[in-house]
T-cell receptor, first 114, second 116 residues
Framework: AQSVTQLDSQVPVFEEAPVELRCNYS??????LFWYVQYPNQGLQLLLK??????LVKGINGFEAEFNKSQTSFHLRKPSVHISDTAEYFC????????????FGTGTRLQVTL | DAGVIQSPRHEVTEMGQEVTLRCKPI?????LFWYRQTMMRGLELLIY????????DSGMPEDRFSAKMPNASFSTLKIQPSEPRDSAVYFC??????????????FGEGSRLTVL
């Protein structure tokens, strides 16, 4: 069975500093990978996704992620964060060629302060 | 586009009562998912439908939980009888296609359930 691990439950960072949120997956087959963001009292919305092709994926709000097959990782990065980026971030994965079951990590709370 | 619409947004009920959560997916989407979010267990997939047919309900915790999708524009998640440990935020999500590479998963704003 596949699983998604987010190593950090909380990441505090100052505004305009860079940030990396870590995600590792375990699967014996190829996967599709996603990052979602959840703002307080809202549902999740897609930040970016990796399906195939270039391993560096760019998403909304200046975020990007890099797929590393050898390390089974899909870390999320942003070179300069804003207060408005404060939210919960979820990494998710699903097996390629399957009907669609998406498995989420436990989430990382990004707290941006002045 | 109205997005995925869930109701009620908040529900407080007493143990033993029946709870029905409702979801209207985005028009034209043919995959629908029910997730449960708690602090302890994070986001758990309960069940998903493709073209109104339940495909995988292995995440449904027990027989007290049931889900239906009578048509392409409506789904319900029912808990009967409810228990305090069912307290959580329940999310409905929909997607245009069946495979994970067919499009983005759109989430509703969730239904926060509190069982006393």
């Amino acid at each position: 069975a596949q699983s998604v691990t987010q190593l950090d439950s909380q990441v505090p960072v100052f505004e305009e500093a860079p940030v990396e949120l870590r995600c590792n997956y375990s699967s014996s087959v190829s996967v599709y990978l996603f990052w979602y963001v959840q703002y307080p009292n809202q549902g999740l919305q897609l930040l970016l996704k990796y399906l195939s092709g270039s391993t560096l994926v760019k998403g909304i709000n200046g975020f990007e992620a890099e797929f590393n097959k050898s390390q089974t990782s899909f870390h999320l990065r942003k070179p300069s964060v804003h207060i408005s980026d404060t939210a919960e971030y979820f990494c998710a994965a699903t097996l390629t060629g399957t009907a669609s079951k998406l498995t989420f990590g436990t989430g990382t709370r990004l707290q941006v302060t002045l | 586009d109205a997005g995925v619409i869930q109701s009620p947004r908040h529900e407080v009920t007493e143990m033993g009562q029946e709870v029905t959560l409702r979801c209207k997916p985005i028009s034209g989407h043919n995959s629908l998912f029910w997730y449960r979010q708690t602090m302890m267990r994070g986001l758990e997939l309960l069940i998903y439908f493709n073209n109104n047919v339940p495909i995988d309900d292995s995440g449904m915790p027990e027989d007290r939980f049931s889900a239906k999708m009578p048509n392409a524009s409506f789904s319900t998640l029912k808990i009967q009888p409810s228990e305090p440990r069912d307290s959580a935020v329940y999310f409905c999500a929909s997607r245009l296609g069946q495979g994970a590479n067919t499009g983005e998963l759109f989430f509703g704003e969730g239904s926060r359930l509190t069982v006393l």
